[in-house]
């Protein structure tokens, strides 16, 4: 069959990525669709495994990612990068995911060229412009930019409503992550990685508390009294340890060697792969974080998480009573954790599993969605 329309699909960072690669899969088995791939690799080692894993061919790869890169750079770099490649390549649609620069920054560009845009886990909203910060704004930007809003719930939906997008242009499609979260969780994973499962079998004994910190808005003294409420919490409960994959970001790992880099039973580790570390997120006794897509595959999972920021957009998870916001101070954070890891019952109440993000089918509606669209705009004068 003749291959009718071209969708652009363009991301940089692991969690787009890990989102986008289902829509990537889906949209690959569309007969009329040629799917072109662009990589900014705002992200590399960190975006390059969850590539390699999900066997994703890229048209381009803009290799951008520098070291300590500021938001004003990233966002030069990802225009000029992405710019000339629309120009040449006339895509019918440009997809892109989240609240990233290359996300806000792609659909800006794509606008540049008179290029459609779907926006794939459109409409969460914390309602404060610093915080999380940038990923607030991006969010906003890039509803303002595109043309096709694919909301994971209705609370987003909602959201998106309020902001004035038309019903007719909103689809409710659940969230691509539990699309790739399902595709990988195993119930009998053996962990390949000889460090991993090192730590893990010495410690079998003991509760696995699973940390992953990054947020721009926590470096500095927010993680400061995150990492130390935790060093007290492992100091009073012999029976617990800590495995942190740590991100790559130099500002992260700085403060990580400061508070935390002698402690004992605390395992600082390189960013695990997605799929070991998903399947470790299965085997933990609860997580303390501050990323946005934990928050999504914890309520799968059953596992409570004590969300280390101020604000959250994921709101279903806090609803589904898997995920709890305790700020950064210290106090909070180690009266938070010492409850969890003494109170039976709230901890039970807080392990339920529950599926507000969706049923795993989310790119394939996606991708219907998608089709319907360039069917029906095909000889519109859409400008
Ligand atoms: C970015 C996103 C954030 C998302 C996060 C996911 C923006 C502004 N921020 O934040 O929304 O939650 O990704 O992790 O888009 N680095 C490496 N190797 C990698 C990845 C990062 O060395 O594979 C280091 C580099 O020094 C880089 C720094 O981390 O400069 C920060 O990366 P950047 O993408 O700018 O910001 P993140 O904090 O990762
Ligand atoms: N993740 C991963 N390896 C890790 C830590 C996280 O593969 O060592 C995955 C995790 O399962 C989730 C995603 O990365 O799907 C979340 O990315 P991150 O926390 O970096 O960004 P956010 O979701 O906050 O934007």
Redesign the pocket.
Known sequence: MEKRFKVMTVFG???EA??MAPVVKALERQESIDCCVILTAQHRE?LD??VDLFQIKASYDLNLMKHGQTLSSLTARVIEGIDPILAEEKPDLVLVQ???STTFVAALAAFYHRIPVGHIEAGLRTGKKYSPWP?EINRKLTTGLADLHFAPTTLAKDNLLREGISPEKIYVTGNT?ID??LATVKKEYEFADQNLSKILNANSDKRLILL?T??RENLGEPMRQIYQALAQILAEHSDTYVIF?M?KNPAVRSVVAEVLGKEQRIHLIE????EP??NL?ARADLIL??????Q??APSLGKPVLCVRDTTERPEAVAAGTVLLVGTEYQRVYASLTKLLTDRQIYQKMAQTANPYGDGLASLRIADIVIDYLENSKNKNIY
Do not use: C, N, W
Request: glycine content about 8%; cysteine-free; charged content about 25%.
């Open positions: 960072t692991r969690p890990i989102k960190m495994q969850v989240g609240d990233t990923e992550v790739a979260l992953t990054h947020r994959p991100h960013p695990l792969d997605y570390f998903v997120l974080t501050d990323s946005g897509g934990i999504e595959e």
